[in-house]
């Protein structure tokens, strides 16, 4: 029953994130996934909803038929009402199936990550900071093909909760937590963490 591979998740209201998504991640994650899988790779990105569709609807239709969630993470993401329930709603799912917080949710830092919940950090998040920039041109710099290789490397880890995704089930709950102070938050100047 799952429709989708991956489920972009990210802050839909930033004038930053939401063209750096649409110019530059979802074409170059769709298409270095599918250099690693031999089937198709479907990549649900909410601005290929076509109109006509009830948006929230669409979300968790997709979001429940997706085997796992890509977070493009940044200071907002953390304290908007959507991306929070896509990211806890995968939470529920990887806990419900006894995966211990790991396996289906895979990180991306945009920018910021000192104050991100510690549950992110501990999922080795990969750091594409150096290459958060938004204008359609900037796939023309020679910085892009670093760019291109960090999310090669971000494909390459995600093909395994590809191949092996958990079974389906209907009953996969959907959360819609109310944005807010999350706890855990790591501090500004206590150390910097890995990247990849």
């Known amino acids: 029953m799952y429709e989708h591979d991956v489920y972009i998740s990210y802050d839909r209201e930033s004038e930053t994130v939401s063209p750096w998504v649409r110019h530059h991640f979802h074409p170059r994650l769709r298409e ?5 899988l031999v089937d198709k790779v479907r990549v649900f990105f909410d601005q290929d909803v076509g ?6 609807e669409a979300l968790h239709h997709a979001l429940q038929r997706t085997k796992v969630l890509v977070a493009v993470c940044s200071p907002k993401y953390f304290y908007n009402e959507w991306c929070l329930a896509e990211w806890h709603s ?15 949710i895979f990180p991306v830092i945009y920018s910021d990550s000192y104050s991100f919940p510690d549950s992110v950090l501990r ?10 920039e938004p204008r359609a041109h900037y796939q023309d710099s020679p910085a892009y093909f670093d760019f291109r290789k960090q ?8 093909v395994h909760g590809l191949l092996e995704p958990p ?7 959907l ?5 807010g102070v999350l706890p855990t938050m790591r501090l500004p100047g206590r150390g910097a963490w890995p990247v990849r």
């Open 175 to 179: 959360l819609r937590p109310v944005p």
């Open 90 to 104: 995968m939470a529920g799912r990887e806990e419900h199936m006894g995966l211990h917080g790991t396996g289906l």
């Open 32 to 36: 270095l996934l599918d250099d690693n």
């Open 151 to 158: 999310v090669g490397r971000l494909a390459e880890d995600m």
């Open 123 to 132: 999922r080795n998040p990969v750091d594409l900071r150096d290459w958060n």
């Open 51 to 56: 109109g006509g569709t009830k948006f929230p």
């Open 167 to 173: 079974p389906w089930q209907p009953d996969w709950p």
